[in-house]
Nanobody, 123 residues
Framework: QVQLVESGGGLVQPGGSLRLSCAAS????????MGWYRQAPGKQRELVAT???????NYADSVKGRFTISRDNAKNTVYLQMNSLKPEDTAVFYC?????????????????WGQGTQVTVSS
């Protein structure tokens, strides 16, 4: 019923930039917080940044000043602009959305994950 589709990953040199996008689709009533997480090989998934429906943002210390999260509520899309990328940013990036969706004649709240997009920072 609900899908999150990410795009924008790839290979970039240290110091470079990438912009990730994640579009939510389906029987969505309202999207609350959206966020980006990442998982490097052999490590646990960690929070990168979140943004509330009102635009309040939160960042991991490791990305503050380099990454910017934003969203377009009309398009149900969240973005992650990543600048000054470092090799340690290499990971699979996942988007997440806390949302309400239509279920029959009512609505339900649930969290959804995208399929992940690979970001590799290497020279």
């Amino acid at each position: 019923q609900v899908q999150l589709v990410e795009s924008g990953g790839g290979l970039v040199q240290p110091g470079g930039s990438l912009r990730l996008s994640c579009a939510a689709s389906g029987s969505i009533l309202r999207i609350n917080t959206m966020g980006w997480y990442r998982q490097a090989p052999g490590k646990q998934r960690e929070l990168v940044a979140t943004i509330s429906s009102g635009g309040s943002t939160n960042y991991a210390d490791s990305v503050k000043g380099r990454f910017t999260i934003s969203r377009d509520n009309a398009k149900n899309t969240v973005y992650l602009q990543m600048n000054s990328l470092k090799p340690e940013d290499t990971a699979v990036f996942y988007c997440n959305a806390d949302l309400l969706y239509y279920s029959g004649f009512s609505s339900r709240r649930s969290g959804y994950w995208g399929q992940g997009t690979q970001v590799t920072v290497s020279s």
